[in-house]
């Protein structure tokens, strides 16, 4: 039987490695060189790897004139500016979009454009159908040096660096597990018909939080505009989707648009179910957190210790709040000092 040279070996083997890098290599080019990756799935996860955007955002934040927006948005501002200028921080400037038609007390405190509320009873009470009306209207009149957008709301706050987590065109976006698209299919369909593709293009997510580039959000505002406000009018729709129908219009517009969202857990925490921070970027207190001395979670029972936004509904919270009873998760914690550390520095907090 007749040996295989040992050379040949070497050169077959090192031709089979040379074919592979070269076949790899086309493809690396291949999908960098489209300048874009259009599917989400192939996209790598952790984008900051491949040296992520270098892009800037603006924070456009969606509030009203009512003291519970003013007393929130107080806040958010205030750890913006702190966080603006720290090392992976990627913000530019802040605008606070006032879609209550006039303007208010925060006009020097916070930079604020005023917009239009939607035309009176048309919201007919759910005031968050205003806000793709606010961001159709910013988006038109308004000066925005950034190439990209973070929708935010009042009870965000920044507690780490918040980098661009968005990549070409394709925005971040984070993922709410009771959005749902496949669970409302007959209701999906009257705005998504079936011609447009697989329920499953239609993502998780709500506006906020989303960093997109602006040419793409002011492609999708309108259509988001046009398909909250059919939403709202169909009562099957509006009983479906209650105090989130405005987050499904979102999703539905943008899948309308072809923009599907990269998902990423680590945008937000929400207290007191996530109960640490990590790396995590935006702190969101819709939830109240109650706690018996003990410090266990009472959730649905007034706790002996809390904080809920939702307390403070017709003005803000008193300066130097009590902080949690010992065993309270870092998450709670942290978000009390942070509110006592906002109010305690922001001037005239109270009286304002
Ligand atoms: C939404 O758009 C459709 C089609 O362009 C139009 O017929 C409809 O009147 C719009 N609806 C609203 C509420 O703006
Ligand atoms: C805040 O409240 C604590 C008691 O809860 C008190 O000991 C402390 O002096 C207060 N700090 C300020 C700045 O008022």
């Not at 409302?184 to 998504?192: A, C, F, L, M, S």
């Not at 239609?202 to 059919?230: A, Y």
Request: a negative charge.
């Amino acid at each position: 039987m007749r040996r295989i040279s040992p050379l040949f070996l070497v050169v077959l083997v090192l031709g089979f490695f040379f074919a592979t890098y070269n076949l790899l290599t086309m493809i690396i080019h291949y999908k960098t060189s489209s300048e874009e990756w259009d599917d989400p799935l192939l996209m790598p996860r952790n984008l900051n790897e491949f040296g992520g955007s270098k892009s800037k955002y603006h924070v456009a934040l969606t509030a009203t004139d009512a003291p519970y927006s003013q007393w929130q948005c107080r806040i958010m501002y205030y750890w913006y500016k702190k966080v603006r200028d720290m090392p992976g921080s990627e913000m530019g400037k802040f605008t606070r979009i006032l879609h209550s038609g006039k303007p208010d007390s925060l006009m020097e405190e916070i930079p604020t454009f005023v917009v239009d509320p939607l035309p009176d009873g048309l919201d007919r009470g759910y005031v968050v159908l205003n806000r793709p009306w606010a961001f159709v209207q910013w988006l038109e009149k308004a000066t925005i040096d950034e190439g990209y957008i973070l929708m935010a709301e009042p009870d965000h706050i920044f507690v780490n660096p918040l980098p661009n987590l968005a990549h070409g065109k394709n925005p971040a976006g984070f993922p709410f597990f009771y959005i749902k698209p496949s669970d409302h299919e007959t209701i999906i369909r009257k705005y998504y018909p079936e011609e447009k593709g697989p329920l499953m293009n239609i993502d998780p997510i709500g506006n906020s939080p989303v960093i997109i580039r602006k040419s793409e959000l002011e492609k999708i505002s309108p259509t988001w505009m046009n398909i909250s406000l059919r939403m709202k009018d169909d009562p099957a729709t509006d009983q479906a989707f209650g105090w989130v129908l405005e987050m499904y219009a979102y999703a539905v517009a943008s899948a309308l648009h072809d923009v599907r969202h990269i998902l990423r857990e680590d945008f937000m925490l929400q207290p007191p179910w996530d109960v640490e921070i990590g790396k995590k970027f935006i702190l969101h207190y819709t939830y109240g957190c109650d706690y018996n001395l003990k410090g266990e979670l009472t959730y649905g029972k007034i706790g002996e210790w809390r904080f809920d936004k939702r307390s403070h509904l017709s003005g803000p919270p008193p300066r130097n709040l009590s902080l949690p009873p010992p065993g309270v998760p870092e998450s709670v914690v942290r978000l009390v000092q942070m509110v006592n550390e906002a109010t305690a520095n922001i001037p005239n907090w109270d009286t304002l």
